[in-house]
């Protein structure tokens, strides 16, 4: 059973660039959540999606954007690209309901840098 | 204040030593509590669920105070591979899953 997949692993982009990040949730999961981690920081939420639309949003600015497909995957866009926002982009996925709805798993990450 | 505070470390800590740390939280209405461990460039992965005033697991205790909104991880006879960040979270509600910024720790030989 595979978990939660993310890619690319790693990237370089350069100031201004756009960039998409893919996730693929775990089998049985239909939220997705994503995350920026900078380095020596805990994560910081940024949306959540269920049923294809933004349910929770973060404090993060519009450059930041998402989209969930039919088959729960999702992706991450990240416009206009600053040196701030290198870090680990990191995809979760949780459970349709229940208590399992708030217990979250986590795949490895991207890790962005932006030169 | 911060939704979620925790003190960042480092702990550091002999083998077999206990030890604890503390997180607490602003947001009264939080009813669930989760702790995540999270290696050194890793994913988080999920370490223990509080629903009540507590809960234990082998080694790991965590114990909720909730008229001074915070929550403890408590980690008895500590093991090298216990080292890492560990990270608080309390679920105040609706979708958005805050994390605190985590406490580092490191167990010596």
């Known amino acids: 059973d595979a978990g939660v997949t993310q890619s690319p692993t790693h990237l370089i982009k350069t100031r201004g660039q756009q960039v998409t990040l893919r996730c693929s949730p775990k089998?049985?999961?239909?939220?997705v959540s994503w995350y920026q981690q900078a380095l020596g920081q805990g994560p910081q939420f940024i949306f959540q999606?269920?049923?294809?639309?933004?349910?929770q949003r973060g404090n993060f600015p519009d450059r930041f954007s998402g989209h969930q497909f039919p088959n729960y995957s999702s992706e991450l866009n990240v416009n206009a690209l600053l040196l701030g926002d290198s870090a680990l982009y990191l995809c979760a996925s949780s459970e349709p309901g229940g208590s399992g709805a708030n217990v979250l798993t986590f795949g490895a990450g991207s890790r962005l840098t932006v030169l | 204040r911060k939704e979620v505070e925790q003190d960042p470390g480092p702990f550091n800590v002999p083998e077999g030593a206990t030890v604890a740390f503390n997180c607490t939280y602003s947001?009264?209405?939080?009813?669930?509590f989760f702790w995540y461990r999270q290696d050194c460039r890793k994913e988080p992965k999920l370490l223990m669920s509080v629903y009540s005033s507590g809960n234990e697991d082998g080694r790991f205790t965590a114990q909720l105070n909730r008229a001074s909104q915070y929550i403890s991880l408590l980690i008895r006879d500590s093991k090298l591979s216990d080292s890492a960040t560990y990270l608080c979270v309390p679920l105040g509600g609706a979708s958005k899953i805050i994390f605190g910024s985590g406490t580092r720790l490191s167990i010596r030989p």
């Open positions: 089998s049985g999961h239909d939220t």
């Open positions: 999606y269920y049923e294809e639309e933004e349910r």
């Open positions: 947001n009264s209405a939080s009813q669930s």
